[in-house]
T-cell receptor, first 112, second 115 residues
Framework: NAGVTQTPKFQVLKTGQSMTLQCAQDMNHNSMYWYRQDPGMGLRLIYYSASEGTTDKGEVPNGYNVSRLNKREFSLRLESAAPSQTSVYFC???????????FGPGTRLTVL | AQSVTQLGSHVSVSEGALVLLRCNYSSSVPPYLFWYVQYPNQGLQLLLKYTSAATLVKGINGFEAEFKKSETSFHLTKPSAHMSDAAEYFCAVSPVFFGNEKLTFGTGTRLTIIP
């Protein structure tokens, strides 16, 4: 039981490049989330998916797109990376809103 | 809108001393409340959660938190700090009723343990 896995662990991009962050969970959870973590700002929700086939914007969605590929997988895409998107990105999943969220190990992204 | 405030971005305690990390929330109705811990270069791990059952919640690693509605607080405590408790701690709030809001995190408190 791996929990929540994320790939890659580290990535360096040049401004304007695109990339997709992958996330998968094996706990049969309904909800999945993407956060970014920046120093002094805690975690901010980018997008979430309450169930397979649905996605909604969070607090900071600009510059990102998501796909809930199936119940297990939830990807985050940066179409044209900007230095302001340098951050650590965490994927999480939960059974429902009253349940705890389980986090992946994170992806450290640097945009030059 | 819901929000959560963690008082003190850095807290230092001596090994064996009491740990107290403060969290206050703002919500129109008592929400669900969570404490998470993050060790260096790792993701967040759930310490404990309050979901309207007992007001004193016990979590992992000897931590506990008490929900106080009158003070809108959910402070995290541990009677005796251990070196392994050095980490960053996040309080988070989630609304009970259906809506557009999801889990909102505080800005975190970095706990340092002094040998």
């Amino acid at each position: 039981n791996a929990g929540v896995t994320q790939t890659p662990k580290f990535q360096v991009l040049k401004t304007g490049q695109s990339m997709t962050l992958q996330c998968a969970q094996d706990m049969n959870h309904n909800s999945m989330y993407w956060y970014r973590q920046d120093p002094g700002m805690g975690l901010r929700l980018i997008y979430y998916s309450a169930s397979e086939g649905t996605t909604d914007k969070g607090e900071v969605p600009n510059g990102y797109n998501v796909s809930r590929l199936n119940k297990r997988e939830f990807s985050l895409r940066l179409e044209s990376a900007a230095p302001s998107q340098t951050s650590v990105y965490f994927c999480a999943s939960s059974q429902d809103r009253s349940s705890a969220q389980y986090f992946g190990p994170g992806t450290r992204l640097t945009v030059l | 809108a819901q929000s959560v405030t963690q008082l003190g971005s850095h807290v230092s305690v001596s090994e064996g001393a009491l740990v107290l990390l403060r969290c206050n929330y703002s919500s129109s109705v008592p929400p669900y409340l969570f404490w998470y811990v993050q060790y260096p270069n790792q993701g967040l791990q759930l310490l404990l959660k309050y979901t309207s059952a007992a007001t004193l919640v016990k979590g992992i690693n000897g931590f506990e938190a008490e929900f106080k509605k009158s003070e809108t607080s959910f402070h995290l405590t541990k009677p005796s700090a251990h070196m392994s408790d050095a980490a960053e701690y996040f309080c988070a709030v989630s609304p009970v009723f259906f809506g557009n809001e999801k889990l909102t995190f505080g800005t975190g408190t970095r706990l340092t343990i002094i040998p």
